[in-house]
C-alpha cells in the first residue's frame, strides 16, 4: 500500500476498511507494478484520484492480491501460474468481486479471459475503459488555459501525443476506441499515430515474459518501437500499461544516450496522467478554461 501514501483521501482496503465489495462499486486491482514500480504507481495514483474525483467508489485487496501470474504461464511455469491464480480466485471469491477495474493490460486479459478456467468470473475493464466511461457521463471534466505553454512537469501539457496499443489490450482484446478517445477528449491536445498502430500495433518488447530477458541479438524490440514513436513528432508517448511505460520508457533514454533525440524531448505517461492533468487545471479556483469538446461514445 505504499504507492497509496500521501494521497488527500484514503483508499480502503477489504478485510481492514470495509467487509466486503458489496460496499463499493469496483474491486481496484493494483498488480505488481502498480503496486512497487516507481513509474507504475504514478499511474496507480492517477487512477486512485480520478476515480475518487468522480464519486466512484472502490477498494483495493492491498496484502491480500498476489501476482494474477501472467508471466509465470508464458514463460512455461504453468504450475506457479495455476497456484497464484487459485490463490487470487479464492480471496477474490472471499470478498465478493465481481467488478473489476486494472491498469495493467496483462492483468486484465489474465483476471478476464483466462481466471474463468479456474472458476472465477469477473466484468473486468480496463481504466482507460472506466475513464472514457466517466468522461463521456460528464463525470470527469478534462480542460485547459487559453494560452498554456508546453512542459515537462505537466503531463497533458505537450500539444501532440502518439498512443502505443499495449499487446494484451489492443490485438489480445480488441480494446483500441476508448484509450484514444481519452486522448481526443483532451483540449489543445492532437494525435499522431505511429505507422504501426491499431490491430497492427508493434510490441513494446515485454510480451510473452520477455520482460525478465535480455536481447543480445539485433535492435533491441522497445528501441525500434521508441524510435517510430519519436519519428511521429510527438513530445509525448501514451500508454496503458506498465510493461509498456517501462520499455518505452527505457527505449526514449536509450535515444537520448546515442543523441538521437534531445533529453526531455519526449516524456511517456499513462493515459490516466494525461488525464488527472487536465482534470486537475479545472479544479484550480479562479482558472480561466475551455472545456474539452465531449468525446465519440465507443462502437
Known sequence: MDWAKGLPFDVPVVGADIEDLAEVDYLFWVGCAGAFEDRAKRTSRAVAELLH???????????????????????????????????????????????????????????????????GHYEVLHHTQLLNRLVREGRLTPVSRPGESGGTKD???????????????????????????LLGA????????????????????????????????GTR????????????????????????????????????????????????VDVAQMLLAAVRRGQEPGAATTEAPAPVPAS
Open 53 to 119: 474525483t468522480a464519486g466512484v467508489t472502490y477498494a483495493v485487496l492491498g496484502d491480500g492480491e498476489a501476482c494474477t501470474g501472467d508471466s509465470a504461464r508464458r514463460a512455461g511455469n504453468e504450475f506457479l501460474f495455476q497456484m497464484l491464480a487459485q490463490q487470487n480466485v479464492e480471496v477474490l471469491k472471499e470478498v465478493g468481486a465481481t467488478k473489476i477495474v486494472v491498469t495493467c493490460a496483462h492483468c486484465f486479459n489474465t483476471l478476464k479471459n483466462e481466471y474463468p478456467q479456474l472458476g
Open 155 to 181: 503531463a497533458s501539457t505537450a500539444p501532440t501525443v502518439t498512443y502505443h496499443d499495449p499487446c494484451y489490450l489492443g490485438r489480445h482484446n480488441h480494446v483500441y476506441a476508448p484509450p484514444r478517445e
Open 186 to 217: 483532451l483540449p489543445g491536445v492532437s494525435l499522431s499515430e505511429m505507422p504501426r498502430h491499431g490491430e497492427k500495433s508493434f510490441c513494446c518488447g515485454a510480451g510473452g515474459a520477455r520482460m525478465w530477458m535480455e536481447e543480445r541479438l
Open 221 to 268: 524490440i522497445n528501441v525500434n518501437r521508441a524510435t517510430e514513436a519519436v519519428g511521429t513528432g510527438a513530445a509525448r508517448i501514451a500508454v496503458g500499461c506498465p510493461f509498456c511505460k517501462v520499455m518505452l520508457s527505457d527505449g526514449v533514454n536509450k535515444l537520448v544516450e546515442e543523441s538521437k533525440v534531445a533529453e526531455g524531448a519526449v516524456e511517456v
